[in-house]
């Protein structure tokens, strides 16, 4: 295993079962993910994208193969040791924000630092400097519902990268927003790509949206069909 992949995808299926069908989704896909890259994952519905995703942050498991980051296979994990794993270097971005109503855009980011022995005040620090990095600090302490789509979405990738992690997972991030808006959130992300060095996944349908990262994947019926190198829009 090359020292600069992040993950090892490794012979990988996954097949569900519905009323005594048993469907494949992967069959033995191969793939890797090399440290601090940005790849746009593109393809049709039911492709296996946003499988792959879940995959890859731990919330599912593949039915035969390795996942393996940074030499740790990830797949044979326990639970608790999957959602600590989890916590310490993975952060979702998805389409509907997923943000808590009732909190303000401060208690939305800090959320994932409750799981950590923090004192308010490092908490508090590390809220600020996610906040800024968003441009959003003016807004700590607005609700969603007197937030903007586009600072929504800033907010939750906020709260993705409160915690300093490694991987950030993107399920079409910009799916609900108007173009400039998504261009906005896009741009988010190659900062965090390119000035910070967190590896993102993105699943889009969007080929705009797509340009932003460094390298395009396309998925067909489980199968990666072909690839090439995105434009890195600015």
Known sequence: MSLTHLFDIKNVAKRFTKANETITIFDKLNMHIAAEQFIAIMGPSGSGKTTLLNMLGGVDRPSDGEIIYEGLPVHTLSESALASWRAQNVGFIFQFYNLMSMLSAAQNVELPLLLKKLSKKERKK?????????????????????????????????????????????DEPTGDLDRSTATEVLENLQLLN?????????VTHDPAAAEFAKLQLHLDKGEFVEGKQAGSAA
């Not at 390119?194 to 993105?202: A, N, P, Q, S, Y």
């Open 126 to 170: 590390k809220i600020d400097a996610a906040l800024a990095l968003v441009n959003l600090e003016n807004r700590a302490n607005h609700k969603p519902a007197e937030l903007s789509g586009g600072q929504q979405q800033r907010v939750a990738i906020a709260r993705a990268i409160v915690s300093d992690p490694k991987l950030l997972l993107c």
């Open 194 to 202: 390119r000035e910070f060095g967190k590896t993102i996944v993105m």
